[in-house]
């Protein structure tokens, strides 16, 4: 069931487009991610759809109401964390989720989300003193007080350290466990990659591209490269390139370029450890998310 | 608990942990204090000054420095994303402010008639009359800075530029008897020097002259509507 349907959307600002066209569905259960460069229109589309803007033209529906004219229904089953949003500086931890999980008619219980999220110890602690990873831990956790079925989450990890990002994508993993449909807005293609069951590609108010992240990446294709300096005098090319999933070597030298697909580095690496030719600078480039923005849109992934 | 009693109670603690809160009380009870201690016992003058310098420290600086950094930092539109609508938000904090002003009045006048002895009004109503529509004009004023600042810092900046000229040409730096009579005159068609010339003559019992009154009326109903059209959510 299709939890969020986007048609067409359209957006200006002053007779800017900032939305063109976007178009979407987000299916139950499902982390999407909306991926995009800075200034593409990822928030705007998020805030559409969370009926805090009014596009210009298109349909949205969430949970089969519209954001706008059923706001009321939709906010007791809708969580939100914004990408621009603070706390006043003095209100604790506690009193915040306290606080949050009244306004809702069924909420979860405030102090057990406290202790999954690792906010336990910090409920006396004042916003003003929290820092940036606590922070966003406290922001997803209100987004969640709600229990709600559908979450938004506007740059969930920007401008945290790797240690913090990387303990809370896990967390976010648990918030699909309990079968939380997600709606994830990041510039980030790891995080994407990590989290996403599907991703929208979003450049200049247009989606360029909606596919899995091992879909868009082209995954099947594996490894496109694999370099290495042979310490023997010996030639490479008879010897590999009979293998599987190559499609050429080449030689300069000592210095050897194997092109292929799927998982053929580990054959190459087999082969020559049974020849037992020793190899140094070994280098794999894999193709990621970034390159495939640059295959789709033909600019640099810039944050 | 329900939404809204809940809250009031975190927004209450918010406005007892804010240190201009504690400000807005401590200043005219100081100057009352330091004033009323060799004031003569029928003093008519002191109260209404510190009165007004307490509604004028509310309205023009802790409310809209309050309400303008609310929506600076999304708060505003954070709360328009759940289902308590923001313009809660907005209501318990006016109301809290009042409180606090309230407090401030009351303490005012129970050092002031307990401790220095100095002769409060026999009667109530006038003094109320003047306190109620002094407030409203003050508040709006507040509310409409709260509209126009495009964030708490510069909300901020507005009341203390505007407190100091209002204050002096309301008579409560210097006493209206000091003050060069012109800029007297002037004083008592601004709303602060309004209120404090309403609240004198309430306080001298003396047959009240309703010209105050009816500017405060007046500056409650225009600027209020200013400020609910210019009113901006984020
Ligand atoms: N309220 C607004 N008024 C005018 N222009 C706006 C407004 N909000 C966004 N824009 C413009 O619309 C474009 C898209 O903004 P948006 O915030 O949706 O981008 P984004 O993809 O979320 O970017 P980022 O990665 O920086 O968060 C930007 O050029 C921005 O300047
Ligand atoms: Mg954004």
Redesign the pocket.
């Given at each position: 069931m299709a939890v969020i349907e986007v048609a067409n959307l359209r957006k200006t600002?002053?007779g800017r487009a900032?939305l063109e066209d976007v178009s979407f569905s987000v299916q139950e259960g499902e982390v999407f991610g909306i991926l995009?460069?800075?200034?593409?229109?990822?928030?705007?589309?998020v805030e559409c759809v969370e009926g805090l803007r009014r596009p210009d033209a298109g349909t949205i529906r969430v949970l089969g109401l519209d954001p706008v004219r059923d706001a009321r229904a939709l906010r007791e089953d809708v969580g939100v964390q914004l990408?621009q949003t603070q706390l006043p500086e003095n209100l604790k931890v506690g009193e915040a989720l306290d606080l949050y999980a009244s306004f809702y008619r069924a909420p979860r219980d405030w102090r057990e989300l406290q202790e999954e999220w690792g906010l336990a110890e910090l409920r006396r602690a004042r916003f003003g003193k929290l820092s940036g990873g606590q922070r966003q831990r406290l922001f997803i956790a209100l987004a969640l007080v709600g229990d709600p079925k559908v979450v938004f989450l506007d740059?969930l990890t920007t401008g945290l350290d790797p240690q913090a990002r990387r303990s809370t994508w896990e967390l976010v993993k648990r918030v699909r466990a309990r079968g939380v449909t997600t709606v994830l807005?990041s510039?980030f293609m790891d995080e994407v990659e990590e989290l996403c069951d599907r991703v929208a590609v979003?450049d200049r108010g247009t989606v360029v591209a909606l596919d899995t992240p091992a879909g868009l990446v082209g995954a099947d294709a594996g490894p496109q490269q694999m370099r290495f300096t042979l310490l023997a005098d010996t030639d490479p090319v008879p010897l590999l390139s009979a293998l599987p999933g190559i499609t050429a070597v080449d030689r300069d030298g000592a210095h050897v370029t194997v092109h292929g697909t799927g998982d053929f580095a580990t054959a190459v690496a087999a082969r020559l450890a049974q020849e037992h030719l020793l190899v140094t600078d070994l280098r794999i480039d894999q193709r990621s998310l970034e390159d495939a923005f640059i295959a789709l849109t033909g600019r640099p992934f810039d944050h | 608990m329900t939404a809204l009693a809940k809250l009031t109670a975190v927004e209450t603690k918010l406005l007892l942990r804010e240190p201009g809160s504690l400000v807005s009380i401590l200043i005219p009870l100081f100057f009352l204090v330091v004033f009323g201690a060799s004031t003569p016992k029928d003093d008519t003058v002191l109260l209404p000054m510190g009165m007004s310098i307490a509604v004028g420290l509310i309205g023009l600086y802790l409310l809209p420095t309050t309400l303008a950094g609310y929506r600076e930092r999304g708060i505003l539109r954070r709360l328009s994303t759940t289902p308590v609508k923001p313009g809660n938000l907005l209501a318990v904090q006016l109301l809290l402010q009042l409180a606090l002003l309230a407090a401030a009045t009351a303490l005012q006048l129970t050092v002031a008639g307990g401790v220095l002895g100095i002769q409060l009004p026999s009667r109530a109503l006038p003094v109320a009359i003047a306190c109620a529509l002094g407030t409203a004009a003050m508040f709006a004023v507040g509310l409409l800075i709260a509209a126009l600042a495009p964030n708490g810092r510069a909300a901020n900046g507005i009341g203390v530029l505007l407190y100091f000229p209002m204050a002096y040409l309301a008579g409560l730096i210097q006493p209206v008897a000091q003050m060069p009579a012109s800029l007297a005159r002037v004083g008592e068609y601004t709303p602060l020097g309004a209120f404090r010339a309403g609240l004198a003559q309430a306080w001298t019992g003396q047959s009240p002259d309703l010209l105050p009154l009816i500017l405060l009326a007046a500056y409650t109903v225009v600027i209020s509507a200013i400020a609910a059209r210019c009113f901006r959510w984020e």
């Open positions: 600002y002053s900032v995009g460069p800075n200034g593409a229109g990822k928030t705007t589309t990408q740059e807005v510039h979003i | -």
